[in-house]
């Protein structure tokens, strides 16, 4: 399916598995009927198409921005074809980490996947990617956030460390009153809050302010640092796709920042023991790719797989793209109602995450789109 025209009723369809209902249970079958799934087989009678394999809930990518690319916004064309690249590797959610563009017309597009919105990046003056942000200084943050607290889906996107030209290095961009401020104030208007970082000076204040998420996390080594992130229940999407790229902005800022550029080869050295440790300590690890800047969308197989790769048990990274992702970000999973958006394997993914990066049938909103 390629455009927004669709059947007026989804047919019914027979998923028999295992389904994997989470990550050590299962059923042996489920149904979809009128886009939702039931374990209740319909009516004798009923025509009913059937679909075999290994079924999990659609993939979630928890860090994408759909609507952005390297220069800034981009036309509705872009955007589909963003969000449709997603939905045809299995990435039926996805929670957009920051975006400039309006996508909510897409809310209206049954075959494209459900997109949770963090409204638009919010950084300092001069300190972020040109084009992305709403660019303000620290007074300015607590309405800056209501503001895009109302524009997003119950998420807000600070940027809390980027490069400062004055030490030639990652600094933080707010001072501890403005976060707490800023975040009591999301929190007032029901929405959480997450953030770039990339470093480690930027997380006592993040963290001691109440910050729900904290996206890439290369920084969060210190221990009483993780132990808090851990009694706080404060998310991790560490985008180890997009950190891979890390070698690469240090070779082309070498000349001009050295500091900063040994300190990006660190930090990208030591990801696969910051992430396990992460784990390992009780911290929330989900799955995101920061799709949609620099990096083209449908990557989410790959990052499950470096979530294995940085020593995740093989359940504990399919879970940060799936059960507990949907449930983090208020969305079901394979249960009695819930939308029929799932994604089905001819092998079992438990034992081999490889598998990810070859669905064999697809199920978005009770149609088949693969």
């Given at each position: 399916?390629?455009?927004?025209?669709?059947?007026?009723?989804?047919?019914?369809?027979?998923?028999?598995?295992?389904?994997?209902?989470?990550?050590?249970?299962?059923?042996?079958?489920?149904?979809?009927?009128?886009?939702?799934?039931?374990?209740?087989?319909?009516?004798?009678?009923?025509?009913?198409?059937?679909?075999?394999?290994?079924?999990?809930?659609?993939?979630?990518?928890?860090?994408?921005?759909?609507?952005?690319?390297?220069?800034g916004a981009v036309d509705e064309a872009t955007q589909v074809e963003q969000a449709t690249t997603d939905r045809d590797v299995g990435a039926l959610l996805l929670r957009d980490a920051g975006s400039p563009a309006d996508?909510?017309?897409?809310?209206?597009?049954?075959?494209?996947?459900?997109?949770?919105?963090?409204?638009?990046?919010?950084?300092?003056?001069?300190?972020?990617?040109?084009?992305?942000?709403?660019?303000?200084?620290?007074?300015?943050?607590?309405?800056?956030?209501?503001?895009?607290?109302?524009?997003?889906?119950?998420?807000?996107?600070?940027?809390?460390?980027?490069?400062?030209?004055?030490?030639?290095?990652?600094?933080?961009?707010?001072?501890?009153?403005?976060?707490?401020?800023?975040?009591?104030?999301?929190?007032?208007?029901?929405?959480?809050?997450?953030?770039?970082?990339?470093?480690?000076?930027?997380?006592?204040?993040?963290?001691?302010?109440?910050?729900?998420?904290?996206?890439?996390?290369?920084?969060?080594?210190?221990?009483?640092?993780?132990?808090?992130?851990?009694?706080?229940?404060?998310?991790?999407?560490?985008?180890?796709?997009?950190?891979?790229?890390?070698?690469?902005?240090?070779?082309?800022?070498?000349?001009?920042?050295?500091?900063?550029?040994?300190?990006?080869?660190?930090?990208?050295?030591?990801?696969?023991?910051?992430?396990?440790?992460?784990?390992?300590?009780?911290?929330?690890?989900?799955?995101?790719?920061?799709?949609?800047?620099?990096?083209?969308?449908?990557?989410?197989?790959?990052?499950?797989?470096?979530?294995?790769?940085?020593?995740?048990?093989?359940?504990?990274?399919?879970?940060?793209?799936?059960?507990?992702?949907?449930?983090?970000?208020?969305?079901?999973?394979?249960?009695?109602?819930?939308?029929?958006?799932?994604?089905?394997?001819a092998a079992d993914p438990r034992r081999d995450v490889g598998v990810l990066e070859h669905p064999s049938a697809i199920v978005l909103r009770g149609r088949r789109i693969l």
């Amino acid at each position: 399916m390629t455009s927004g025209a669709v059947p007026a009723d989804p047919p019914v369809l027979h998923l028999t598995g295992p389904v994997l209902t989470g990550p050590d249970t299962e059923v042996a079958e489920v149904w979809s009927v009128g886009g939702r799934l039931t374990f209740e087989r319909p009516p004798s009678g009923v025509e009913v198409t059937r679909i075999a394999g290994w079924v999990l809930p659609g993939l979630v990518d928890a860090h994408c921005h759909v609507g952005l690319d390297a220069h800034g916004a981009v036309d509705e064309a872009t955007q589909v074809e963003q969000a449709t690249t997603d939905r045809d590797v299995g990435a039926l959610l996805l929670r957009d980490a920051g975006s400039p563009a309006d996508t909510r017309w897409i809310d209206g597009r049954d075959d494209l996947p459900v997109i949770i919105r963090a409204g638009r990046h919010i950084a300092r003056t001069r300190r972020y990617i040109r084009n992305y942000a709403e660019e303000i200084e620290p007074e300015e943050l607590p309405d800056t956030v209501r503001r895009q607290a109302a524009r997003g889906d119950g998420w807000v996107k600070l940027v809390g460390d980027w490069i400062d030209r004055t030490t030639g290095d990652l600094a933080p961009c707010w001072p501890a009153d403005a976060l707490k401020a800023a975040i009591d104030a999301a929190h007032d208007a029901g929405a959480r809050v997450t953030a770039h970082c990339f470093g480690e000076e930027c997380l006592p204040d993040l963290l001691a302010a109440g910050i729900d998420g904290i996206e890439h996390a290369t920084g969060l080594r210190d221990d009483a640092l993780v132990a808090a992130a851990a009694a706080g229940g404060v998310a991790v999407v560490p985008t180890l796709v997009n950190i891979a790229t890390f070698p690469g902005i240090a070779d082309r800022g070498e000349a001009k920042f050295p500091l900063y550029a040994a300190h990006m080869r660190d930090l990208h050295a030591g990801r696969y023991a910051t992430v396990r440790t992460l784990w390992e300590a009780g911290v929330p690890v989900r799955c995101g790719t920061d799709a949609g800047g620099s990096l083209r969308h449908g990557l989410v197989a790959r990052e499950v797989a470096e979530l294995v790769a940085a020593g995740l048990p093989v359940t504990a990274a399919l879970d940060a793209a799936t059960w507990t992702a949907r449930s983090w970000l208020g969305r079901p999973g394979i249960e009695e109602g819930a939308p029929a958006d799932v994604v089905v394997y001819a092998a079992d993914p438990r034992r081999d995450v490889g598998v990810l990066e070859h669905p064999s049938a697809i199920v978005l909103r009770g149609r088949r789109i693969l």
